[in-house]
């Protein structure tokens, strides 16, 4: 059976990962995933807009929970960073209902819209995971990851109520799902540990060490590929990834992909880039 989201892309699809953009679509037609977009939804602030103003945050996010309710759905989103941040400023909102009505009139003035709450917030991983079911999942592939893969969540998802059944502290969601894929899996502490998004513009040297560190720990365990959950930090991960090994010093090569990348890959859709992907990785290395 179909299941519906009203589909979020997050804060990097359309712009500096338009390959987000480019398999999102195929995956899941692949797995009987109908997304209905939100026209005009905007970014979920990745966390930097409330650092600046903490109401247009939440009354931007608001937006689009109403959006989202008034078309009776739930939210899903293959960006990490953007589920966490919605699902902590929807629990902001359910949890005051004082600061929920003063949102209220600030959305029924601009825009004519109010939200309730009703709405959850899903991460594709969870999605998948959770609904489609892994069983059904490993039916449906036809290009096998056979490579050993390192799974990065990042910190943002890993929230009470935002994992779906997954563990916060301990989470194996991923490495379920690169099993189902055919791949092996790599255990590794960094998997959940911050690279340092919000501050790459400010603090680019810790920055650096952050990304170094976790890399070069995939590489260590002998990864030959990661896969990011969150379509931020592996614009640190992948983009930087040169950088952060010469300031630091530490082997940082190895291919980054996202999670929809690997999902349409081994449904079956973009062949070429699958072919791409295993020269990167054949030649990728120290």
Known sequence: ???????????????????????????????????????G??????????????????????????????????????????????????????????????????????????????????????????????DKLADKVRNPIDFAVAGYYGPNMQQEGACGGDDVYDPDYLEQLISALGGTPVSWEARTQSVGVPGIFSEEPTVMKQAAEALSEAKAEGAELIVSACNLSHTVLDVYQGKAGRDTGLATNIPVIHLCEMLAFALGTHNSRLALLRTRIAVIGD
């Not at 519906?4 to 990962?17: C, E, L």
């Not at 991460?123 to 489609?132: F, G, M, N, P, S």
Request: contains cysteine; aromatic residues 2%; hydrophobic residues 45%.
């Open 1 to 39: 059976m179909a299941v519906k989201y009203a589909y979020h892309p997050g804060n990097v699809a359309h712009s500096s990962a338009p390959e987000v953009a480019d398999t999102m679509g195929p995956l899941a037609r692949a797995l009987d995933i109908t997304l209905v977009p939100l026209p």
């Open 41 to 134: 939804a905007t970014s979920c602030g990745a966390g930097i807009v409330r650092q600046a103003n903490r109401r247009l945050q939440l009354t931007l996010n608001a937006r689009t929970f109403a959006m989202a309710e008034a078309q009776g759905l739930d939210i899903m989103t293959p960006c990490a960073a953007t589920a966490g941040n919605l699902h902590e400023d929807l629990m902001t909102l359910r949890s005051d209902q004082i600061l929920l009505q003063e949102v209220n009139e600030t959305l029924q003035r601009t825009c004519g819209l109010t939200m309730t709450g009703d709405v959850a917030v899903h991460h594709l991983l969870h999605a998948v995971v959770d609904e489609i079911g892994l």
